[in-house]
């Protein structure tokens, strides 16, 4: 238990120096998020965007806050606003920003304000390869993930995509502060498995916040 720093509820775990586990630090909040992305994703709708290769992504997104992640034919970037309507992406919700910002103080991270919130809707049999998140100006900045609904299989590697993968599974409400020297690790999502969540029922949804400006 020595990568325990706490006990009781509020706990954090050390996966590896830079990331911290957060089990169920969400779930106080989880009717708040369930509301929040519902309004988030009737005003900028889930959409499943295409790789720069021109393969479909099975994991549907959205975002909110001034800054959103898309990618298409010409690339990955961070855009100000949803390429599909034009306009700005929705207000990240202030429950979004306190909880991240609070996740990452608790994991050594101040002052964390993020600008840019991923949404991401896995439906049973989506799935995200192995990557880095590298799309970001100042890697200084951790990233901050919730996850909520159906359980996923998470794979956590090393700086190099070569390196072994460790999987650790990602319950509702769990949150994940990567940061420092975790921040350019490897990492993904295994394809998700048929299951039920009060939260979403067969679907996983995880919040990515991150500075991208
Ligand atoms: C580890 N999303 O949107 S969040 C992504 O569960 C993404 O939807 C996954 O990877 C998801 O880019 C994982 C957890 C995460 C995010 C960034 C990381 C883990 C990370 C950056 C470095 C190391
Ligand atoms: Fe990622």
Redesign the pocket.
Known sequence: MSNLFSNGPGAIELLAPGAALLRGFAAPHDAELAAVVRSVSTAAPFRQMITPGGFTMSVAMTNCGAFGWVSDERGYRYSPTDPDTGRPWPALPTVIADLASRAAAASGFDGFTPDAC?V?RYAPGAR?TLHQ?KDECDMSHP?V?I?LGVP?V?L?GGLKRNERTLRLSLAHGDV?V?GGP????Y?G?ATLKADRHPFAGAERI?L?LRRAR
Do not use: G, Q
Not at 182 to 185: E, F, K, S
């Open positions: 991923l991401n995200l998140d990233i993930s996850s996923a998470f956590f994940v990567w975790a921040r350019l690790r990492h999502v995880n990515t």
